[in-house]
């Protein structure tokens, strides 16, 4: 803003006749737009922290729940997998919805809704005696709800967040990720042992109810858009970054589901820091990938080859670390592997997780969520392969290698086809003279 002020002060000084009132409102709409950015990045931020939170309530709680209401696995299987089958359905409605009346009316009223399930969930546990399908049925409406998070977000960022911010905003988001992640594995362990697995339920719905009326009330603003984004699939590069984030995510799915199995099995005497270095790690990883991502644009480099880099570094890099896990190591070296690997997997945020916002700005929102839910699809195959892979074979390192093979196959896809120029400029065009 020094700078903003320096310009208006020389022009006033050497072309008194120009227009300075013109200067002077562009400065100050410049200072409320990026005002406005700094509150929407952090509440924004809570607001991916708290999803988290929610989703991951339910398997640090699982044993203690299945203990109280008798379940056995398949029953804990069942109820944890509810969620996953209903974050798939909403993906693209939750997307499209946001791209026509703006994606902070969608985030506001989805958060107020998950948050009353979160709430409400021990309340539910006591109305009769089909506590499994109750709690199933409850899962799965949280998927439901949560679903049209990340559409929404991408196609808020999209209409809101300038070319050379996005990679960073992105970055912060998914960073709440991790942050939700290691609160619900460390603080709620803690609220576990004193107060008993509803306390957990209660506190973060009531958190996530109080964040939806923040943004209610101090954000809601909307804006249309009338672009038919199904013929952006005859788009080579669509599909390079739809197949590339259906990798990333299921490879991500895969170990996050089974890296504290793993750790468990081939370490049986270790301590659990394990469930809490990589996230630790991914914080400040995610944070600074997207500044890279963005410093690069904004320096001149081609965005194309910003976005491959860093899914370079996201899905090549990352699956060195995955492939050292391998062979016979310590348990301090699989640590270091898995937080490595965890942590350089979080500049997708600079790569293609942003790339839907570069290609198709207009209906960003409802091509993410379709990219989200295959993704999600393919984490649900990958997982359970997994699982088959290591009851069959007995070696863990078949499930790495086969990790390995999808991260190539997709990074190999979004090099070779994948691109950053806006493709629906023709599909917008058309649309806004009808």
């Known amino acids: 803003m020094v700078k903003v002020w320096l310009l208006v ?16 409102s562009w400065m100050d709409t410049e200072i409320v737009y990026r005002s406005l950015a700094r509150k929407w990045i952090v509440t924004l931020f809570m607001g991916t922290c708290l999803l988290f939170c929610a989703r991951m309530i339910m398997p640090v709680c699982a044993v203690s729940m299945a203990a109280t209401f008798n379940w056995s696995k398949i029953d804990s299987g069942l109820v944890l997998g509810a969620f ?3 974050y798939c359905f909403t993906q693209i409605l939750g997307g499209h919805a946001s791209d026509k009346v703006g994606g902070e009316r969608v985030l506001a009223i989805s958060a107020a ?21 109750v709690m199933t049925v409850a899962r799965f409406l949280m998927g439901l709800l949560q ?11 999209s209409q809101r967040v300038v070319e050379g911010e996005r990679g960073f905003l992105m970055s912060t988001m998914h960073s709440g990720s991790h942050l939700g992640t290691l609160l619900a594995g460390g603080m709620g362990s803690l609220m576990l042992d004193r107060y008993g697995w509803e ?7 009531f958190l996530a109810g109080l964040w939806a009326l923040i943004v209610w009330q101090c954000f809601l603003k909307g804006y249309l858009s009338r672009t038919h984004w199904l013929s952006l699939f005859k788009k080579p590069p669509v599909w390079a970054m739809v197949i590339t984030h259906m990798c990333m995510c299921s490879t991500s799915y895969t170990i996050l589901s089974w890296s504290p199995t793993y750790f468990k099995e081939s370490f049986p005497h270790a301590s659990g820091v394990y469930n809490i270095i990589p996230w ?36 090549g890099l990352s699956s060195m670390f995955i492939m050292a896990l391998c062979g016979t ?15 350089v997997s979080t500049f997708t945020s600079g790569g293609v997780s942003v790339n839907v916002q570069d290609l198709t700005p207009s209906c960003a929102g409802a091509l993410y969520g379709f990219m989200n839910m295959m993704g999600a699809l393919m984490g649900l195959v990958l997982v359970s392969v ?43 065009s058309q649309e806004t003279v009808l």
């Not at 809704?113 to 399908?133: D, F, K, N, Y």
């Not at 306390?199 to 719905?205: A, D, I, N, Q």
């Not at 270091?336 to 965890?342: G, L």
């Open 329 to 343: 190591i310590s348990f301090h070296s699989a640590v270091i592997f898995i937080s490595a690997a965890v942590g």
């Open 9 to 24: 002060t020389l022009v006033n000084h050497f072309c008194p006749d120009s227009n300075i009132s013109t200067l002077k």
């Open 280 to 315: 630790l790690i991914a914080i400040p990883s995610a944070l600074g990938g997207g500044y890279v991502s963005d410093f690069l644009i904004n320096q001149g480099y081609d965005v194309t080859s910003v976005r491959k880099i860093m899914q370079f570094f996201a899905m």
């Open 147 to 157: 679903g049209v998070f990340f559409p929404s977000l991408a196609s808020l960022c």
């Open 199 to 205: 306390s957990m339920f209660y506190s973060t719905g």
């Open 386 to 428: 997994s699982g088959y892979l290591i009851e069959v074979t007995l070696s863990w390192a078949t499930v790495f290698s086969v990790i390995t093979l999808v991260n190539v196959t997709g990074l190999g896809i979004f090099i070779v086809f994948g691109d950053a120029r806006r493709v629906d400029l023709e599909v917008y």
């Open 84 to 86: 996953f089958w209903g």
């Open 113 to 133: 809704s998950w948050a009353l399930i979160t709430a409400g969930t021990p309340l539910l546990t006591h109305l009769g005696s089909h506590t499994l399908a």
